[in-house]
């Protein structure tokens, strides 16, 4: 039998050994040869065992382990081990934001940096498919412009759509495009936001990305550098609850004890409790207020308590009120 590719042999002895082993599986020197021969590649013991000692030198690890009368070689330390790959496909199985064929396909991409035998157990495709996902196919074009716009200082437009009673997609401005100076993308609630410069009403503003269509680059250089510095994408996220607008203020929280684990998920570790008695501590906190940072205080079962400013305390006895008598 003549062999061809021998060119090629140190490349498909690598991918032979990246895609076949690891820690718990292994080949031996002849059935590396059966595989290469899969691709038309002849080779000896003697080229073998110099072909691994170049992949060793060039920096792909490549363990060898005798059991017994054999010798075993397999794949050794890769870019991520199987249980950083298992919290990213998990991540991205869970992820709203990302549609389900774009989820298969990542979670398909991610697989092959592991071994067959790993990515069977890496595999949650059953977890993608049962969980209420985003539908929005150009999603990741819509990322892409986003970045290259940032990377490039410039502004982007776009048009800004919701959903409506009947199911479809309804655009905000009749359609027209928005013209925003994007500065950051951050992840809120389950959802992907850009946080962006809005030219027509000089105001930063944020929108969901799944959101977005016919996302364009624009030549035109971003604006709003200045005030985006002065907020900064942390302050700005942590202020705005569930990434909902609203009048920012400065509101008085009093806690029982056991809610400084919440407060702190919620607003940071720097933020100062300070103790209101043996039971209670009150902090004070920098939010947009919404209905829906209201509804989060309430739905702590009157753990934490609102006491101002005055306006902030109202809102949340009349939207108790209202809600009563919707169920009276």
Known sequence: MKYKNQKLKLLY???????KTDDEHGFTLPQIQEELAKYDIEANRKTLYADIAALNEYGIEIIKNQEGYKTFYHYGKREFEPAELR????AIASSKF???RKSKQLIKKLEKMVSIHEAKLLNREVIVSD?????????????DAIQYAIANNHRIKFRYYSWNMKGEMEFHHEGEFYDVSPWALCWDSENYYMVGYDTNIDEIRHYRVDKMMNTEELLE?????KEFKEKGIDSYTKKHFRMVGGTEERVTL???NEMANVIIDQFGKETKLQKAGKEKFRVKVDVV???????WVIALGGKIVIEGPKSVRERAKELM???LERYE
């Open 13 to 19: 002895l690598a991918k032979i050994l990246q895609e």
């Open 87 to 90: 919290l990213i496909i998990d």
């Open 98 to 100: 990302i549609t389900i």
């Open 131 to 143: 969980r209420v996902k985003n539908m929005n196919e150009s999603i990741f074009y819509t990322v």
């Open 221 to 225: 250089k971003r604006l709003g550098a």
């Open 254 to 256: 009093l806690c029982q």
């Open 289 to 295: 207020v919404s209905d829906q940072f209201i509804g």
């Open 321 to 323: 009120r209202e809600n």
